[in-house]
């Protein structure tokens, strides 16, 4: 059996450690966190609420993550969970659900989304078991207006199947159709289509006087009350205080999602001046008690930053229990660099040599001029001479920096016989000149 030498066991814990280091750096590429390249949003209908709050912090979220954001109209919150769900969305804006949202991860609540009930005047609805048989829309399917809608009138015995085909008109249909004599709609305050529909003056708010009862029967919804004249006065439209049900707006995403396009949301959202264009937004302060479910990781720290020293002792005690990967990532850390070192040390000799080489080349240069100068008394050709030298000296105190060849001795000699090559070359021509002017 060979003896085993001491410069073998080295190559072989150089290379353990190589490969130690290959391997660790392989799972940190697999599993390291990255922002897509396009960032797919999910928001709403075009001009709704989820539409301008998309398009509010698109231009930020893109130069946070240096990602494209594609913001994507859809029917709704439904169609949001769905699809986000699916992996076609990486963000998405959905409606507080029960029984959908722990499939995914809260990022941040937005606004609050009032349930409005409006019906026609004239039409004889002034509650809302009066809606049953009644021409009434409901919005879409897929969408989260119509899912809370059909919520809120199973609780008054209600059933989807009572309803006729006009349920999946948009609310704004009532303005262009006088059949319908009433609509349901869950939006913001701010909601460009219901504040539109209300201006007409053709309809009245139907009070939800069970939004007590509801509110314990249904999670997500809280009772509030629509003051009166929100959205105008003279006439006040409300004409009086309004009782209703409200449920909240949430940003989310996969459970996956990268941590740094989790914070770029939040800073899009919280750290921006967004509430100039959606004034009913949730502040940074009211998000945690407005949030009964769980938040991604990262939004959880930007919420309760002091969790993070709960969070830095598990590090630490993850560190200790690392340890011995700790030190074969550092030990080949050391490796690469002697390796580096070695390389840079090898270019640097090869740049020297190239540098004598041309060093070389420049004083056989400056041997050809000398001999050349001395042959010849025409003062064109001195001159040529002369910017040859000056610009061979320039050349050398330009390209050749190294330390180590600057002390060269040959280096001196280039530029000791350069300097003297130009004296000689300037006596002769103020002789030659001197000359022809006293002949």
Request: proline share 4%; with cysteine.
């Amino acid at each position: 059996m060979s003896q085993i030498s001491t410069s073998r066991i080295r190559s072989w814990i150089t290379l353990a450690m190589v490969l130690t280091l290959v391997v660790a750096l392989a799972t940190w590429w697999l599993k390291r966190d990255t922002v897509p390249r396009t960032i797919h949003f999910a928001t709403g209908i075009a001009g709704g609420m989820y539409d301008l709050l998309g398009s509010s912090i698109v231009d930020s979220l893109a130069k946070r993550t240096e990602s494209s954001v594609e913001v994507k109209n859809t029917n709704g919150s439904k169609e949001n969970f769905d699809r986000l769900v699916g992996g076609e969305f990486d963000l998405a804006i959905v409606q507080g659900d029960p029984d959908r949202i722990e499939e995914i991860s809260v990022i941040t609540p937005l606004f609050r989304e009032y349930l409005f009930v409006v019906a026609r005047k004239g039409s004889g609805i002034e509650t809302v078991g009066q809606l049953s048989g009644r021409k009434l829309c409901i919005g879409p399917k897929g969408s989260g207006s119509r899912a809370a809608a059909l919520k809120m009138l199973e609780h008054f015995s209600i059933s989807e199947s009572t309803l006729g085909p006009e349920a999946d008109l948009e609310f704004s249909e009532l303005i262009n159709d006088p059949s319908l004599e009433a609509a349901i709609v869950v939006a913001g305050i701010v909601h460009p289509e219901l504040r539109e529909v209300l201006l007409t003056n053709q309809f009245d708010l139907i009070p939800i006087q069970s939004a007590a009862a509801l509110e314990l029967d249904m999670p997500f919804i809280r009772r509030v009350e629509v003051p009166r004249g929100l959205f105008a006065e003279q006439p006040s439209v409300p004409q009086e205080a309004c009782p209703t049900i409200a449920t909240t707006a949430y940003l989310v995403c996969r459970e996956n999602a990268s941590t740094d396009l989790v914070e770029a949301a939040l800073k899009a959202i919280h750290e921006e001046n967004l509430r100039l264009k959606v004034p009913t937004l949730v502040s940074r302060a009211e998000a945690v008690g407005l949030t009964p479910t769980r938040f991604h990781p990262a939004a959880q720290r930007y919420f309760n930053p002091e969790d993070n020293l709960g969070e830095m002792v598990g590090v630490m005690e993850s560190l200790v229990a690392t340890k011995e990967l700790l030190f074969a990532l550092g030990a080949g850390i050391y490796l690469l660099w002697l390796r580096w070192r070695r390389m840079q040390e090898k270019e640097l000799q090869e740049i020297v040599q190239r540098q004598k080489e041309h060093l070389d080349k420049l004083l056989t240069e400056t041997l050809r001029i000398e001999k050349k100068q001395a042959e010849t008394s025409n003062p064109e050709a001195l001159r040529n001479y002369l910017k040859s030298v000056t610009r061979i000296k320039l050349q050398a105190l330009q390209e050749f920096t190294e330390e180590e060849l600057r002390g060269d001795q040959e280096f001196a000699i280039l530029i000791e016989q350069c300097s003297s090559l130009i004296n000689r070359i300037q006596l002769k021509l103020l002789s030659i000149l001197f000359g022809q002017e006293s002949a």
